[in-house]
C-alpha cells in the first residue's frame, strides 16, 4: 500500500505542551497535507508541503519534510483543549494526475486542560 | 468559503437496501471523492469524479457505484447494502489547487 503511516496512534498531552507526530510514506511525492478530523465530523485541511520545502509554519503549526528518509512531522506548540481531535496526513504521489489523496490511519490527540 | 454538505449526518438501513447518499459542493470545483473511514485504517478513496459524467474508481469501489449528472452534485450509491459497508462516508470536493474540503460525513449503520 503507498498508504501513508502515522506515529502514535494516540497522544495525550495537558494544555501548554507540545504535541508531535510523525507520518512516513513510500513513493515520491508531490506534496504532503495535514488534515483535522473533530469527533464525528470532516476533515478540516491545516497545511500542505511540497516536495522541494522542508519546512513550513502557520500558526502554531511547524510541518517538516524529509523526502530522503519519506517522512514528515507536525508540531503544535502550546497545545490547547480546542486542539484535541484526530491528525491525519495525506500524500499526493507524482504518479498519480487526479489530485487524489492517500490517507494514513491517523493519530488521536487528547489536550487535558 | 467553501461548503461542503451531505444529505444525511446518521441513515440506518437493512441488508439488501438501496441506498444513496448525496454530497453537494457549492465553489464550482472540478473534482469530488467519495471515502469510507474506518477505525485503524484511515480513509480509503471509494470513487472520484473529475468532470460532470466522468467518474474513477478509487482503491476499494466494489458494491458502490457513483453518479455525477451535476457538476456540484456527487451521489455515491449502495446497491444492495451489506453489514460490511457499516462505516463513515465522507465525500471531498477539490478545485485546481492540491485541498480538498471535506463534508461533514454519513455515519452508515447496515442492519
Known amino acids: 500500500s503507498q498508504q501513508g503511516e502515522e506515529d502514535p496512534q494516540a497522544l495525550s498531552i495537558q494544555e501548554g505542551e507540545n504535541a508531535t507526530m510523525n507520518c512516513s510514506y513510500k513513493?515520491?511525492?508531490?506534496?504532503l497535507q495535514w488534515y483535522r478530523q473533530n469527533s464525528g465530523r470532516g476533515l478540516v485541511h491545516l497545511i500542505l508541503?511540497?516536495?522541494?520545502?522542508r519546512e513550513k509554519h502557520s500558526g502554531r503549526l511547524r510541518v517538516t519534510l524529509d523526502t530522503s528518509k519519506k517522512s514528515s512531522s507536525l508540531l503544535i506548540t502550546a497545545s490547547r483543549a480546542a486542539d484535541t481531535a484526530s491528525y491525519f496526513c495525506?500524500?499526493?504521489?507524482?504518479?498519480?494526475?487526479?489530485?487524489?489523496?492517500?490517507f494514513g490511519a491517523g493519530t488521536q490527540v487528547v489536550v487535558t486542560p | 468559503d467553501v461548503k461542503v454538505t451531505q444529505s444525511s449526518r446518521y441513515l440506518v438501513k437493512r441488508t439488501g437496501e438501496k441506498v444513496f447518499l448525496e454530497c453537494v459542493q457549492d465553489?464550482?470545483?472540478?473534482?469530488m471523492f467519495w471515502y469510507r473511514q474506518d477505525p485503524g485504517l484511515g480513509l480509503r478513496l471509494i470513487y472520484f469524479?473529475?468532470?460532470?459524467?466522468?467518474?474513477e474508481k478509487g482503491d476499494i469501489p466494489e458494491g458502490y457505484s457513483v453518479s455525477r449528472e451535476k457538476k456540484e452534485r456527487f451521489s455515491l450509491i449502495l446497491e444492495s447494502a451489506s453489514t460490511n459497508q457499516t462505516s463513515m462516508y465522507l465525500c471531498?470536493?477539490?478545485?485546481?489547487?492540491?485541498?480538498?474540503?471535506f463534508g461533514p460525513g454519513t455515519r452508515l449503520l447496515v442492519l
Open positions: 471531498a470536493s477539490r478545485s485546481s489547487g492540491e485541498t480538498q474540503y
Open positions: 513513493t515520491s511525492i508531490n506534496n
Open positions: 508541503i511540497r516536495s522541494n520545502e
Open positions: 495525506a500524500t499526493h504521489f507524482v504518479t498519480d494526475s487526479w489530485g487524489k489523496l492517500q
Open positions: 465553489m464550482d470545483h472540478e473534482n
Open positions: 469524479s473529475y468532470d460532470v459524467k466522468m467518474k
